[in-house]
């Protein structure tokens, strides 16, 4: 069974930086489309990037510009470099599987723990 385990969130001032990792186990990570989602208090989750398995990324409008999407075959890894965070970004990020299922994009696999940012002064 596929296990995903995030990290690198932690507390950051306005205008900082954070870098997210996330390694999934199991096989397939090389042929699988691998997303971030993130969970603010109060709200649904959402998509905020996507990476294709040839590396075609993909992002929200509310990210975009600030956010980067990287993957690590090698390490079965998923990255998520995030700039010029503001106290919007807060929330718990999580990463997934993604696949293109009834004409939308949809997370495959269990959920992990998730990584808690938070972004104020």
């Known amino acids: 069974q596929v296990q995903l385990v995030e990290s690198g969130g932690g507390w950051v001032q306005p205008g900082g930086s954070l870098r997210l990792s996330c390694v999934r186990s199991?096989?397939?990570?090389?042929?699988?489309?691998m997303g971030w989602y993130r969970q603010a208090p109060g709200k649904e989750r959402e998509l905020v990037a996507r990476i294709s398995t040839n590396g075609m990324s993909y992002y929200a409008d509310s990210v975009k510009g600030r956010f980067t999407i990287s993957r690590d075959n090698a390490k079965k890894t998923v990255y998520l470099q995030m700039n010029s965070l503001n106290p919007e970004d807060t929330a718990v990020y999580y990463c997934?599987?993604?696949?293109?299922?009834?004409?939308?994009?949809?997370?495959?696999?269990?959920w992990g723990q998730g990584t808690l940012v938070t972004v104020s002064s």
């Open positions: 997934n599987t993604v696949g293109f299922v009834g004409g939308i994009w949809k997370a495959l696999d269990p």
């Open positions: 199991g096989s397939a990570f090389s042929t699988s489309a």
